[in-house]
């Protein structure tokens, strides 16, 4: 099943790669939080980041995550 974002029209195979995703409850791969959402930034996640969307604000470790990426410095 894929996605649609609401925002820029992205295509994706989970909502949380989306700026503006289905409105799913998302839980953590990287602290275990329960109900998240695509937002969502812990300091597990953010050690592993590398990339940032430079249209929506998103962080990912790779840049076939993001629709815009730009590297973290």
Known sequence: ???????????AEEPGHL?????????CNYCGEEKT???HVCKEKLAVMKYFCENCGRVAPDKKNVCEPCEIK
């Open 1 to 11: 099943m894929s996605y649609t974002c609401k925002n820029c029209g992205a295509i």
């Open 19 to 27: 700026c503006s995703p289905c409105e799913h409850e998302l839980t």
């Open 37 to 39: 959402d695509a937002n």
